[in-house]
């Protein structure tokens, strides 16, 4: 519960100055690139180990 407080003291002031839309869509988009770093990621990390067995 501890967590989720800090997470209340960031957003309330987001939405008093955005509209919903336009918090809802920026939440979404961050979301969309979080995804996309993470998958990237993954790909990268698959790849070394990859190469690091081939080398081996």
Same mark, same amino acid.
């Given at each position: 519960? #501890? #967590?989720?407080?800090?997470? @209340?003291a960031? @957003?309330?002031?987001?939405?008093?100055?955005l509209?919903?839309c336009?918090? &809802?869509?920026? &939440?979404?988009?961050? *979301?969309?690139? &979080? *995804? &996309?770093?993470?998958?990237?990621?993954? @790909? *990268?990390?698959i790849?070394?180990f990859?190469?690091?067995?081939? #080398?081996?």
């Open positions: 519960m #501890k #967590k989720f407080i800090p997470s @209340i960031l @957003i309330l002031p987001l939405m008093a100055l509209s919903s336009e918090f &809802v869509g920026g &939440v979404f988009k961050a *979301g969309v690139n &979080v *995804g &996309v770093f993470l998958v990237l990621l993954v @790909i *990268g990390v790849a070394y990859v190469i690091k067995v081939r #080398k081996g």
